[in-house]
């Protein structure tokens, strides 16, 4: 079945860095678009970027442009978000979703990122 898992999350302070991973199984990671939602507390979903099933084309939130990073590895089945210039409103826990062409049809676990002084 298809499984997605999240990694990489954890505390930074404002300004910082870091990198989400997410590890597909269950399905053929490099026939499909790959995306990041997240969750800021008491907030609802919020899309933050999408890649395609090459890796060649990404798409980001105007709120993230410029300070994340999309990319995979399709040989290793991995999804990554690299996180720079974090800030307080970056907060949330971020999901790893499968795209089916028309909307996301599978997420993960979720992974926790918070900023904090």
């Known amino acids: 079945q298809v499984q997605l898992v999240e990694s990489g999350g954890g505390l930074v302070q404002p300004g910082g860095s870091l990198r989400l991973s997410c590890a597909a199984s269950g399905f053929t990671f490099s026939s499909y678009s790959m995306g990041w939602v997240r969750q800021a507390p008491g907030k609802g979903l919020e899309w933050v970027s999408d890649i395609n099933s090459g890796g060649g084309s990404t798409f980001y939130a105007d709120s993230v442009k410029g300070r994340f990073t999309i990319y995979r590895d399709n040989a290793k089945n991995t999804l990554y978000l690299q996180m720079n210039s974090l800030k307080h409103e970056d907060t949330a826990v971020y999901y790893c979703?499968?795209?089916?062409?028309?909307?996301?049809?599978?997420w993960g676990q979720g992974a926790q990122v918070t900023t904090t002084s």
């Open positions: 979703s499968k795209n089916n062409g028309e909307s996301y049809d599978y």
